[in-house]
Every structure is written in C-alpha cells, then in structure tokens.
C-alpha cells in the first residue's frame, strides 16, 4: 500500500501539484489543506484497523491528554516512504530525507495546550485526519496561533494539512467537550 | 482556620461553607446574574467573565466588593494564610455546558492568595464544574489529588504557588456555575 497507489490520483498530478505547490508558498504561516487525501476504500481500511488497537492514555495533564496508537505498517508505507517524501519535496521546494511519525486519538476530554518548549525551535508539521461523522462544535480543531491571529484547521475526514511551523508560530489541538460522546478523531501526525 | 488551611494537601488551601448569609447570598447572585458576561477562550479556556467588580455599578456588588477589600477582611485572611495582603481583584465567572478551565498554576506578579465564592445552585456529579486539585512530583504537575464540587455559598482560598495545579472540570448539562474570583495580593 504504497503512497502513490493510496493518494488520490488527483494529488498526482504535476499541474495540481504546481496549484498547490503555490498556495503553499503564498500563504502565512506556509500552509495547504488537502481534502479528499485518501482512495475511500484506503481511507476506510486504515482508519478500521486503527480503531481495533489497543490504545494507551497518555496526560500530562498542564500540557496534553490524549491516547497513543501503536503506528501501523499501513500509516508507514503511506507517509514515510519515498514516495510521499517526494511529494512534500516538491511543495515545501526542498528535499525531504527523515519524517518522524505519531499516531495519536481524541476524544472527550483530550486536548494539548500551548507550551514554553515549543517555541524552541522550528519545524515543518503535516497531520492526516481520521473523524467520521464529527462536528466542529465538539472541539477538536487544531489551531496554530502566531502573533494573535490564529489558523483553524477543522477535523474534517481524509484530510491532510501542512504547516510550516516557525519559531513564532504556536499550536493546540482544541478540548472536546461533552457533545464528542464516544466519538474521536485520529490523527497521524508527523513533522520534518 | 490557619492550621487547616496550613495542613491541607496537597496544596495550602480551605473551604468555608455557608460564607454570607442566605439571604445576602441570593441577593448576590440576583445581582450577579444581571451582570454582563464576556466569553473568554483559549486552548486552557472556555468560559464567560465579568468585568473588573470593582467598577459594577450594581450596589449590591458593589457593597461586596468592598467588605472584600476591606482593612478587616485583609486582615482576617492574611491571618488564616500567613500572607500579608494589601488588596484584592475580583470578577464574576459563568461556565455554562462544555465551559472548562484546563490544568495551570495560576501564578503570576503579586499574587499570592486565590480564592472562588461559589453561586452555583444545586450542582450535583453529573453536571461536572468540579475544582480539581493536582499533586505534583519533583516541581512538575502530577495526578489529580482532591475534587470539589461547586458548592452553594462556600468560599475555597488557596495559595498560589509552584504546587497550585488545578482545573475546572468541563461542566455538563444546563446547570449555570457562577462564580466570583480573583487574588488577593
């Protein structure tokens, strides 16, 4: 289940990817969104066999709670190959040789907050979002702050974002309230 | 009153219940209620907030406000904490279903004493609000050590502090939680 073979072929294409290659660049904090990321039937096969895990409760509770998934072969051979390290090459316009990987989910009272530490530092972040049948009311939106002006991106299903997270640029993934139920969002999230 | 506040864990901090009077109670909260409420969020928050309650025009307020500030009450706070305070700020604070106030410290310049006088009616465990109390291990925020539910007319103070990690849980349901906070300094 390569990259190439798990995109939707759309993504593939030289003249969309140049489309989003400059949306990229153009906007500040260097950002993109990417509805639709997934084939439906990959999207759907990762995100069943993601829901069967066993999962871990993570809190440290004045910096984040959520649980941590053990990260599939699937999820690997999707966004840490060759393949989808080309792709990132060609919008981020420079080479891309190591990803680091999480798979982590949300639910009812998980959140991650603002921290001193992150501001060390920079680093280009991309996550791709699990989250069948959620509305934005229950939380869960991953808001990156930078100098006041805050960036929303909402937990819409088979979508993957992009961020080039500079020293100035902050992020929190939003608390979820009551509403979420037993419902959660997954997220594989990754960072250059 | 200074030893249990002194002894308490696994922060300094003390309950009073039955603070005012029933009847001074309710008026409070008749005239908290016609106070305006801002929402206020950000990753740690969600809630609703008055402004400084020191400038209400409301003289049931206003009246408490100043027994707060007053020389006496300093006086009779400072005794039970073992601080020496000069003066408090206060406002009134709303959490409404889904209104929550994650895990921090609460320090900041000059304060030293934190304190909440709840007006929530009839909250029971279901419909969440609880403060929460943490431990913390080797300087850094630990586990949730102590709950209290917010309680009609009881005052909790607490010292601010490297220990003072606490959260308001989500509160659940259409039950009001107001409040009125601040420091005293």
């Not at chain 1, 066993?54 to 051979?77: A, G, Y």
């Not at chain 1, 639910?107 to 959620?134: C, M, Q």
């Not at chain 1, 930078?146 to 937990?155: D, L, N, Q």
């Amino acid at each position: 289940m390569k990259f190439n073979k798990s995109v939707n072929n759309i993504y593939l294409n030289n003249s969309v990817l140049d489309k989003i290659k400059k949306s990229y660049i153009k906007s500040d904090p260097n950002k993109i969104i990417l509805r639709g990321f997934l084939k439906d039937g990959i999207y759907q096969q990762i995100y069943s066999k993601l829901k069967k895990q066993k999962i871990e409760q993570i809190k440290i509770p004045d910096r984040f709670s959520f649980k941590k998934h053990n990260l599939l072969s699937e999820v690997k051979d999707i966004f840490n190959n060759k393949e989808f390290r080309e792709f990132l090459s060609i919008i981020i316009g420079k080479e891309v040789k190591k990803i680091n990987l999480e798979t982590r989910e949300y639910g009812w009272k998980d959140y991650t907050l603002l921290h001193d530490s992150e501001a060390v530092g920079k680093r280009i972040e991309f996550f791709f979002i699990f989250a069948p049948n959620w509305d934005d009311f229950y939380g869960g939106s991953k808001i990156y702050e930078k100098k006041g002006k805050a960036f929303v991106f909402s937990p819409i299903g088979n979508s993957f974002c992009l961020i080039n997270k500079k020293k100035d640029v902050l992020g929190f993934l939003q608390y979820i309230n009551n509403y979420a139920g037993s419902q959660s969002i997954l997220l594989v999230e990754g960072w250059i | 009153m200074g030893i249990q506040f002194t002894n308490n864990k696994p922060y300094k901090h003390i309950i009073i219940n039955n603070f005012l009077n029933e009847k001074k109670a309710k008026e409070l909260l008749k005239a908290l209620k016609k106070e305006k409420f801002e929402e206020k969020d950000s990753d740690l928050f969600q809630f609703r907030q008055t402004q400084e309650l020191k400038y209400s025009k409301n003289k049931t307020i206003s009246e408490f406000y100043h027994f707060f500030s007053s020389k006496e009450f300093l006086d009779l706070i400072g005794k039970t904490t073992g601080k020496k305070l000069r003066r408090a700020d206060m406002a009134g604070t709303l959490y409404i279903d889904t209104d929550y106030l994650l895990c921090h410290d609460d320090r900041l310049e000059g304060r030293k004493i934190a304190y909440v006088y709840y007006l929530s009616e009839d909250f029971k465990d279901k419909d969440g609000g609880d403060f929460v109390l943490f431990n913390s291990k080797n300087k850094k925020v630990n586990k949730a050590a102590k709950k209290f539910y917010p309680k009609w007319n009881s005052l909790l103070l607490f010292e601010v502090s490297k220990k003072s990690w606490h959260e308001v849980e989500e509160v659940v349901g259409n039950k009001k939680r107001y409040a009125i906070g601040g420091w005293f300094h």
